[in-house]
């Protein structure tokens, strides 16, 4: 987790981690606090990745990145159902 206006603890390795990851999920989040934002580039294209806010519709999402409107307990219940069947 990194608050607004921190930096991002290891960095790189968070760049090689997301980078590997097979699903990615995004929480409650604007992308606008850079440098964590731009964290979602560096999403591979065949992992399946999730941005889940209750404005998730407004952002200006990579390709490959579904929004799910909605707030972070059902969003997740949401991908639970999802990801398991």
Do not use: C, Q
Request: proline share 5%; charged share 20%; no cysteine.
């Amino acid at each position: 987790m990194v608050w607004f206006g921190e930096a991002v603890p290891m960095f790189e390795e968070a760049e090689k981690l997301i980078s590997a990851a097979d699903v990615v999920i995004i929480i409650g989040t604007s992308l606008r606090v850079y440098p964590v934002a731009g964290l979602i580039h560096y999403i591979n294209k065949g992992s399946k990745a999730y941005l889940i806010d209750p404005n998730a519709h407004n952002l200006t999402l990579p390709n490959g990145i579904e929004a799910v409107n909605d707030s972070a307990v059902k969003g997740m219940k949401f991908l639970y159902e999802k990801l398991i069947s």
